[in-house]
Structure formats: structure tokens, C-alpha cells
């Protein structure tokens, strides 16, 4: 994917960098963030959905937020989905136009609400009644106004992992259609002074690769907003997708051209505005995944290797689940290679295993490898999502670096955590000093 592409060495290169060199000079494990690649997936979301349709699309932070990130995402002209005040402080930092910032999240604090309000945040995506109550006084007392899209679920199940599965009725996120708490929702809205209601918005799960499921999420909120219409006058006049364009992990996986996906979508609306005969709303999507994980790939250090005879042979790796949960969440499957060893044809079943003191903590069960030696880098490819902006310090490990790579050269975007860090928040009572 993207700029990566074995050298004249047979190392593994990623965006004009030798895999070894990376290594050798930042220390693993590392995340590798291919700038182009990155860039690339940017492009085709804007010339797919903006150029083409005049659909905005909007990163979701979630996936992978700092502020290298904020920067080329702003300069690609995608606008931003944050979730917290963490995400909005980092976008705003990296000075992020708040216009073009949409501010979800299922429980935003009091806090969270004041300081988007304070940063004047292009829109609330809110989720909920106690939020559309909490948000118009908050704005009453601010003496502004808040632009607000209402969070239904559509009741669409999607194909996919059920803790990434979000569109079903028995969720916390959102309000649902089918019991009347949705239509309550936008009554409440259009009554508030202080709250602009301008559309709907829904989000149907993640690394979803049928787009029939976009195509009927489209037309149940279609349905919705004309049911909107009939009942209170009001035209939706925002419509925002969500995200959830799946992504080649592993074989099997067939992701759909960003092209597709906009058509299947933007086909649908347009139909279903002539049917209801009423304008078509903006579309927005919220893609992550899509956009950062392909830009993504993370390199360790093979250090322990225990060959247990006829069961099983681990490769343990100086990372884990501390920098990529997603095998223990969610049983995810990943692909990689020996970065100085592309060449040489696979001649082992291993599994690879971290370095946190828990069995789950693996990153790869069964992959076939070249003969693995300790010190060999074992590259794991598409990391870009969901892996720092999930990285925790279980057993104290630091949270590695990330660089950014492009046309040979790389650059730190985040540092690594040094012990120092990990103890700069602890305090000793007096009593125990
Ligand atoms: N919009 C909303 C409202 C979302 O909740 C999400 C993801 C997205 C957009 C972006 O979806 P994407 O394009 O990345 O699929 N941690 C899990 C995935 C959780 C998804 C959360 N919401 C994982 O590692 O698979």
C-alpha cells in the first residue's frame, strides 16, 4: 500500500525509508506513518465525496490524533470529528479551524460542552436529551448560539465485530427511531433558543465492507427526515453518515473503492429526496480507518524465541497489546514480515507474542515467517488506526514513538514515553515520603 516497497537490499522501505534504518535510529517498537499514503486515502475521500458530490467529509480523530496529524488533515481540507476535550485541545493547538470541527461523543462533560462553546466549534453532534438540555443553557449563559446535529441509530445492524457494531437499537449511542425518542428529540431541539438544529446524523459501525449497508442506512434516514418534515416543517438539511469503510488487514478482506462507497451513497440520497420531493440534504461521512490505518505500520524487535515442539513456536516482540490492543479486544488479525528478510520465502508457522505479563497479549496467532532470529524487525502492517490512540501502560511499558515518512526522510510526530514520563504524574503523600 501506499509508497512501501522492498529495496535493492530486500529491506523492507516505507515512504523512502529503509524499515532497518527506521529502527536502528528511533528505537523500537515504533509506529511508521506514511505521509503519502496518508495523504493519498485524504484526497480520494475529497475528490470522491466533495468534488464529486459536494459531500463534506470529516476525520474521525479517533483513529489516530496528534498534531502532525491535525495539520495534514487541515491541509488535505477535510474537516475533524473529535470526541473529548483531549481531541479538541490537540486539534485547536494545532490550529485546527474550529469551523470545521464536529464535536461527537455519547457523554460530554460540562466541561467539554464550555470549552467547545468557548472554541466556537463548527457543530454538536448530540447524542442524547440530557445533552440538547445541558448545551442550549450552557450556551444561553455563553451568549451563543449552538449549531446541533441529533445522533439517531437507524437500527441497522451491521457485519461486523459487536463491540465496533454501533447502529443497533440496544446501544448508548443516540436516539432511537423506531420509539419515538428520536422525533421527541428534534421537537426539543427546534424549541430550544439556543440550539440551531441543522440535521441528523447516525453511524452504523466500523470495517464495513457491504455497501448495501450504506444504501439502506441511507434510505431509513431519508425516511426519517421526511418524517421530520411531515411533522414539524423542518428540512434536514444535514445528513451525516458516519464512517466505517473497512480496510485490508488480512486475506479475506476486500475493501471497496472510496469511489463506490460515495456513489452507492450519494445514489441513494438523490433518489430518495426525489421520491420524498424535497432538497437533498449535505452529506457528511466521518471516515477513520480508511483513511489512517493503510498509513500505518509498526516495527518491532524479535527478542525471546520459544519453540515448544509439535504445539507451538512464539516470536515475543519488545511491544504488545500496550501499542496494538486490537487482537485482545476484538480477536483482529494483522499481517507482517521480517522487514530485513522480504525476500526469503516463508518456512515457519509462529505466533507472535508481546511482552505484557498476560496470555492474551499476543499480536498475531499463526503466520508464516521466514527463519526468525532475536534481533530481526518484524513489521506489522496497517497500524495507523486504532493502535496508538489506543495504547495504554499496562506493566509500565512507555508508549513507543511515531515518525512520519516521505520521499526518504522521517521525521518524530510523537516521541517516545521515557521512564521519566511514566512516573511524572505520581505524587508522594508526605507521610510516605
Ligand atoms: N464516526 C463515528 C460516530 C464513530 O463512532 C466512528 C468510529 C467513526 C466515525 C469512524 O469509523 P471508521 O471509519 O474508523 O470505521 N476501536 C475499534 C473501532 C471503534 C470504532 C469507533 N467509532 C477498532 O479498533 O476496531
Redesign the pocket.
Known amino acids: 500500500n501506499g509508497t512501501m516497497r522492498v529495496n535493492e537490499k530486500g529491506h523492507l522501505e516505507i515512504g523512502g525509508c529503509d524499515s532497518l534504518d527506521l529502527a536502528r535510529e528511533f528505537g523500537t517498537p515504533l509506529y511508521v506513518l506514511d505521509e503519502m499514503c496518508f495523504r493519498e486515502s485524504c484526497r480520494d475521500y475529497y475528490h470522491s465525496f466533495t468534488q464529486s458530490y459536494g459531500a463534506e467529509v470529516i476525520y474521525?480523530g479517533?483513529?489516530l490524533l496528534n498534531l502532525a496529524v491535525c495539520r495534514m488533515v487541515e491541509e488535505e481540507g477535510l474537516g475533524l470529528?473529535v470526541?473529548s476535550g483531549g481531541e479538541l485541545f490537540t486539534a485547536l493547538k494545532a490550529g485546527f479551524p474550529a469551523e470545521r470541527i464536529y464535536f461527537?461523543g455519547n457523554n460530554k462533560s460540562y466541561a467539554e460542552l464550555a470549552m467547545a462553546l468557548e472554541a466556537e466549534v463548527g457543530f454538536f453532534?448530540v447524542d442524547n436529551l440530557c445533552e440538547l438540555e445541558l448545551l442550549n443553557s450552557l450556551a444561553e449563559k455563553a451568549g451563543k448560539k449552538a449549531t446541533v446535529i441529533l445522533?439517531v441509530t437507524p437500527g441497522i445492524e451491521a457485519h461486523t465485530?459487536s463491540?465496533?457494531r454501533?447502529g443497533q437499537i440496544d446501544s448508548k449511542?443516540g436516539l432511537v427511531i423506531e420509539n419515538g425518542q428520536a422525533m421527541a428529540a428534534v421537537k426539543r431541539a427546534l424549541e430550544l433558543k439556543k440550539i440551531d438544529f441543522k440535521g441528523l446524523?447516525c453511524?452504523i459501525?466500523?470495517?464495513?465492507f457491504e455497501l448495501e449497508s450504506y444504501s439502506h442506512t441511507v434510505e431509513v434516514m431519508m425516511a426519517f427526515a421526511n418524517k421530520v418534515f411531515e411533522e414539524t416543517g423542518c428540512h434536514v438539511k444535514v445528513l451525516d453518515l458516519?464512517?466505517?469503510?473497512?480496510v485490508y488487514y488480512v486475506e479475506g478482506d476486500q475493501p471497496r473503492p472510496v469511489k463506490d462507497y460515495a456513489a452507492v451513497t450519494m445514489k441513494a440520497v438523490l433518489e430518495k429526496a426525489a421520491e420524498y420531493n424535497f432538497p437533498a440534504p449535505k452529506i457528511i461521512v466521518?471516515?477513520?480507518?480508511?483513511?489512517s490505518?493503510p498509513a500505518g505500520t509498526t516495527l518491532y524487535t524479535v527478542g525471546a524465541i520459544k519453540d515448544i515442539p509439535g504445539i507451538r513456536k512464539y516470536l515475543a516482540v519488545d511491544g504488545g497489546m500496550g501499542d496494538n490492543p486490537?487482537l485482545a479486544?476484538?480477536q483482529?488479525r494483522y499481517e507482517a514480515c521480517l522487514a530485513g528478510k522480504v525476500k526469503q520465502q516463508p518456512s515457519e508457522l509462529v505466533s507472535v507474542a508481546g511482552k505484557c505479563c498476560e496470555s492474551g497479549d499476543m499480536l498475531i496467532w499463526d503466520i508464516e515467517l521466514p527463519s526468525a532470529e532475536t534481533g530481526d524487525i518484524l513489521a506489522v502492517s496497517c497500524t495507523g488506526?486504532?493502535n496508538y490512540s489506543?495504547a495504554m501502560n499496562y506493566n509500565r511499558l512507555p508508549r513507543p514513538a511515531m515518525v512520519l515518512v516521505r520521499g526518504g526522510g522521517a521525521e518524530l510526530i510523537t516521541r517516545r514515553e521515557s521512564y521519566e514520563d511514566l512516573v511524572s504524574h505520581d505524587l508522594i503523600p508526605e507521610r510516605l515520603r
Open positions: 474521525a479517533k483513529t470529528d470526541v461527537h453532534m445522533r465485530h463491540y465496533i454501533t449511542f446524523h453511524h459501525g466500523s470495517q464495513i458516519g464512517g466505517g469503510l473497512g466521518e471516515p477513520g480507518r480508511s483513511i490505518g486490537r479486544l476484538y483482529a488506526a486504532y489506543m
